[in-house]
Antibody
C-alpha cells in the first residue's frame, strides 16, 4: 500500500524558515517524481514544486521560486521542502503527491500538513 | 501559464441525479487533464486522467470527456459519498495548474 506521510509543519513568523518532510512507503521511491501541492485556507489546490527521481529535473511555481527548495534522499525514501523567507500567503496545508507512472498527474497523495505563517 | 477555470463554483444536487462539472483551459492542453475528488481532512483522490481514462478503482459512474480547452466530469448518479470538491488539473506544460474547484453539495 502506497503511503505518503508529511511532517514538519507548524506556526512560524514572517521571514522565518521551515522544513517539511514526506516519508514514502509502498512503492519504488527512487523511480518516481514527487511534488508538493498546497491549499491555502478557503482556496483551491496550488502546485508548488516537483522533483524528478534524480536531480535532472526540478520545477518550481513562480510564487515560491528563490525561496523554497525541494530535495530528496532516495536512500531514505524521503522528500523535503525547505521553505525560507516565509510570508503570510504561504499559510496552507501542504501535500506530498506521487507522480503517476505515465504523466505529470498524481496517483497518490498524503494527508497534508498545516503551515501557518503569522505574527 | 495555462489557467484552468471551473464552473460552477458550487453545485447543489440530490442523490441519484446526473451531474456535470466543467473545466476550461486558457490555451489548448490537448488531453492532458486529470480530475480529483477532495474531501475535508484527506488528500485528493485521482478520478480521471488523460481527460477520459478512469483511475484504478474509480466507479464507472464517473466519466470524463473533452480535449483542447473544454473538459467535463460527469457523475451519472450521485451517491452520498460523492459530495466533495472536485478539481481539474492540466499537465500539458509547466507550471502544473489546477482549477479553483467545484463543490458538489447536497440539495
Amino acid at each position: 500500500e502506497v503511503q505518503l506521510l508529511e511532517s514538519g509543519g507548524g506556526l512560524v513568523q514572517p521571514g522565518e524558515s521551515l522544513r517539511l518532510t514526506c516519508e514514502a512507503s509502498g512503492f519504488a521511491f527512487s523511480n518516481f517524481a514527487l511534488s508538493w501541492v498546497r491549499q491555502a485556507p478557503g482556496k483551491g489546490l496550488e502546485w508548488v514544486a516537483a522533483h524528478s527521481p534524480s536531480v535532472l529535473s526540478i520545477h518550481y511555481a513562480d510564487s515560491v521560486k528563490g525561496r523554497f527548495t525541494v530535495s530528496r534522499d532516495n536512500s531514505k525514501n524521503t522528500l523535503f521542502l525547505q521553505m525560507n523567507s516565509l510570508r503570510a500567503e504561504d499559510t496552507a496545508v501542504y501535500y506530498c503527491a506521487k507522480r503517476s507512472p505515465v504523466e505529470e498527474f498524481f496517483d497518490y497523495w498524503g494527508q497534508g500538513i498545516l503551515v501557518t505563517v503569522s505574527t | 501559464e495555462k489557467v484552468m477555470t471551473q464552473s460552477p463554483a458550487t453545485l447543489s444536487a440530490s442523490p441519484g441525479e446526473r451531474t456535470t462539472l466543467s473545466c476550461r483551459a486558457s490555451q489548448s492542453v490537448s488531453s492532458y487533464v486529470a480530475w480529483y475528488q477532495h474531501k475535508p481532512g484527506q488528500g485528493p483522490r485521482l478520478l480521471i486522467y488523460a481527460a477520459s481514462s478512469r483511475a484504478t478503482g474509480v466507479p464507472a459512474r464517473f466519466s470524463g470527456s473533452g480535449s483542447g480547452t473544454e473538459f467535463t466530469l460527469t457523475i451519472s448518479s450521485l451517491q452520498s459519498e460523492d459530495f466533495a470538491v472536485y478539481y481539474c488539473q492540466q499537465y500539458n506544460s509547466w507550471p502544473l495548474t489546477f482549477g479553483q474547484g467545484t463543490k458538489v453539495e447536497i440539495k
